[in-house]
């Protein structure tokens, strides 16, 4: 008992001498964080389900009961200062906020709505409640030593490098709900509540980050997972039961780290992007570049694995090289695998080092003829095109293609029906980037939705339509929600979280997926502004 408590002793002195020094040495810095502006910037929880009215339209009798809820970043301190250090600048990037729950809960036909949100109650957000401190130094963007400075900082205070943040999706899994970000495991969240209730390892046979983003295969009911690390073994996949039980995890060998933010699933196959945004810790350590970087001039490659293969069996196909943060689908045609995803020339993150932030940015997402670029790898590139990849594995051969041109890229966060995930499917939506809005804050903005009839075949072209949110509204992800025992892909409905920055107040918005450019069946107004966020799902 005294070894214990002498334990205890030395392990506190220790923290609170760590606090110190990470409060000596790291100040704000007269220049301000630009993440957090406007309705980036977060809000506070709202407490108990607030009844809540819809405002303009009505919604739709056989519109399902059930709760529509989005996942974002909601720093619960805000570093609105950048951090300036003896070693350099932190910044707290958009990625980096705690998690917060906004959820909107109706009943059959829309009877009684009500509004909820949550911060997911991470080890890093209980720390913050109890100290009012900001817990975790930030770690994605800044100086290379400061980062590094950072890890060892944060690894000496509280075992882990990064904060948990569970800011980017939601997931339903053996009937139990879960938040999730790839930087740490999922957290389970009561749906009733929106309490957080602990965490899933499967039992300890999951060790690492998992994905924001698993595949559900409806008709195999089964869920494909992966997570990838900056240690090896970098990227494992798994198989979990339809009744939460990890059957099968295997480690792809690969010799490098990468950010894969999302991987595709058809009946038989995992599709793999393995994309030049690496993640290597001797580069960091060494001051020669950051963990996170995208290496222009390395090989882009996608692998197709049998879904219960191995390393040995993943078959890889040399790419254009790019990024792809979003895939839309995967499915089998005939004798061909095919893929559409988000590409584009260079990833939204990092922000490259010694670039002005807000410069690079606004030339990134400006439509650019290449030949008319002063940088084909600045100007332009950060506006993803809807892709096509076809392979071929009898004869070892890929065709990839655009399917969106210069006047129809600009599109982030696309959602399809799930019930057609790994299956060919003919209609994908999503949000299409607002260019000048977005350039004044440095951050993008969505003023509208699309919606895309795929190809047949390769040598069909795509057909778009849009849903315009009206000057200075924007959305968040158009989640596609289907209508009760419905047989046309697209017969439900769009919803999303809007944003009217003109009264500052947010809205549900709900419109006709079959009627898409038709205006909201129903807005239903809210008790305070939701934030610009990321991914969500409905819950029955």
């Given at each position: 008992?005294?070894h214990?408590?002498?334990?205890s002793l030395?392990?506190?002195?220790?923290?609170?001498?760590?606090?110190?020094l990470?409060?000596a040495l790291?100040?704000?810095d007269?220049?301000?964080n630009?993440?957090y502006q406007?309705n980036?910037?977060p809000v506070e929880e709202?407490?108990?389900w607030?009844?809540v009215q819809v405002?303009d339209g009505?919604?739709?009798?056989?519109?399902p009961?059930g709760?529509y809820?989005?996942n974002g970043p909601?720093p619960?301190l805000?570093?609105e200062?950048?951090l300036?250090?003896?070693?350099?600048k932190?910044y707290?990037?958009?990625?980096?906020g705690?998690?917060?729950l906004?959820?909107?809960?109706?009943?059959?036909?829309?009877?009684?709505?009500t509004y909820k949100n949550?911060?997911?109650?991470?080890?890093a957000?209980?720390i913050?409640?109890?100290?009012?401190?900001?817990?975790?130094?930030r770690?994605?963007?800044?100086d290379?030593?400061?980062?590094?400075a950072s890890?060892l900082?944060?690894?000496?205070?509280f075992?882990k490098v990064?904060?948990?943040t569970?800011n980017?999706?939601?997931?339903k899994l053996?009937g139990?709900l879960?938040?999730?970000a790839?930087?740490?495991i999922?957290?389970?969240?009561?749906?009733?509540s929106l309490?957080?209730l602990g965490?899933?390892?499967?039992?300890g046979?999951?060790k690492?980050?998992f994905?924001?983003?698993s595949?559900?295969?409806?008709e195999?009911?089964?869920?494909?997972?992966f997570?990838?690390?900056?240690k090896s073994p970098?990227?494992?996949?798994?198989?979990?039961s339809?009744?939460?039980d990890?059957?099968?995890?295997t480690?792809?060998?690969l010799?490098r780290a990468?950010?894969?933010h999302?991987?595709?699933i058809?009946?038989?196959?995992t599709?793999?992007?393995?994309?030049p945004l690496?993640?290597?810790m001797?580069r960091?350590?060494?001051g020669?570049?950051?963990?996170?970087?995208?290496?222009?001039?390395?090989?882009?490659?996608?692998?197709?694995?049998?879904r219960?293969?191995?390393s040995?069996s993943v078959?890889?196909?040399?790419v254009?090289?790019?990024?792809?943060?979003?895939a839309?689908?995967a499915?089998e045609?005939?004798d061909e695998i095919?893929l559409?995803a988000?590409?584009?020339?260079?990833?939204?993150?990092?922000t490259p080092n010694?670039?002005?932030?807000?410069?690079?940015?606004a030339r990134?997402i400006?439509p650019?003829?290449?030949r008319?670029a002063?940088?084909?790898?600045?100007d332009?590139?950060?506006l993803?095109n809807l892709?096509e990849?076809?392979f071929n594995?009898?004869?070892g051969?890929?065709?990839?293609r655009n399917?969106?041109?210069?006047?129809?890229?600009g599109?982030?966060?696309?959602?399809?029906n799930k019930?057609f995930?790994g299956?060919k499917?003919?209609?994908?939506?999503?949000q299409v980037?607002d260019v000048?809005?977005s350039?004044v804050v440095?951050m993008?903005?969505?003023?509208?939705?699309?919606?895309?009839?795929?190809?047949?075949s390769c040598?069909?072209?795509?057909?778009?339509?849009?849903?315009?949110?009206?000057a200075?509204r924007y959305?968040s992800?158009p989640?596609f929600?289907?209508?009760?025992h419905?047989?046309d892909?697209?017969?439900?409905w769009?919803?999303?979280?809007v944003?009217d920055?003109?009264t500052?107040?947010?809205?549900?918005y709900i419109?006709?997926a079959?009627k898409f450019?038709?205006?909201a069946?129903?807005r239903?107004?809210l008790?305070?502004?939701?934030?610009y966020?990321?991914?969500s799902d409905?819950f029955?």
């Open positions: 008992m005294e214990l408590l002498h334990e030395f392990h506190t002195s220790r923290n609170k001498f760590l606090d110190v990470v409060d790291y100040k704000p007269k220049e301000r630009i993440y406007e980036f910037s709202v407490g108990s607030t009844p405002i009505e919604i739709p009798q056989d519109f009961a709760t809820i989005r909601n619960y805000l570093d200062s950048i300036i250090s003896p070693f350099g932190l707290c990037h958009w990625f980096e705690d998690g917060m906004h959820a909107t809960r109706f009943d059959q036909g829309g009877k009684f709505i949550k911060y997911v109650d991470t080890m957000h209980k913050e409640k109890n100290t009012k401190k900001t817990s975790f130094l770690a994605v963007e800044g290379s030593l400061a980062i590094s890890y900082l944060n690894f000496l205070r075992g990064n904060g948990p569970c980017t999706h939601v997931f053996a139990k879960y938040a999730v790839e930087a740490d999922p957290h389970e969240i009561d749906l009733s309490n957080t965490t899933l390892d499967f039992s046979k999951w690492g980050p994905t924001s983003h595949k559900f295969d409806l195999k009911q089964e869920l494909v997972i997570g990838f690390n900056a970098y990227l494992q996949i798994g198989i979990v339809k009744d939460g990890l059957i099968q995890k480690d792809l060998e010799d990468c950010f894969i999302e991987i595709s058809t009946k038989n196959y599709l793999i992007p393995d994309f690496t993640i290597n001797n960091l350590l060494k020669s570049g950051r963990l996170v970087e995208f290496e222009n001039n390395s090989s882009s490659r996608i692998g197709v694995m049998p219960y293969g191995d040995k078959r890889w196909f040399e254009e090289p790019g990024y792809s943060f979003h839309v689908n499915f045609d005939s095919v559409h988000l590409f584009s020339k260079i990833p939204f993150f990092p010694g670039v002005d932030r807000r410069e690079w940015f990134g400006t650019t003829d290449p008319n002063r940088d084909p790898q600045v332009g590139a950060l993803a892709r990849w076809r594995l009898d004869k051969t890929v065709v990839e399917l969106t041109s210069l006047e129809t890229c599109i982030e966060m696309p959602k399809i019930k995930t299956r499917n003919q209609f994908a939506y999503a980037v000048e809005a350039k440095g993008p903005k969505y003023g509208k939705f699309m919606k895309v009839k795929l190809p047949e040598e069909d072209e795509i057909d778009v339509k849009y849903h315009d949110l009206g200075n959305g992800e989640l929600v289907a209508r009760p419905s047989t892909e697209d017969d439900g769009i919803v999303s979280y944003h920055e003109e500052n107040k947010s809205e549900v419109f006709d079959q450019q038709d205006q069946v129903a239903i107004g008790p305070q502004r939701v934030p966020g990321f991914h409905f029955f």
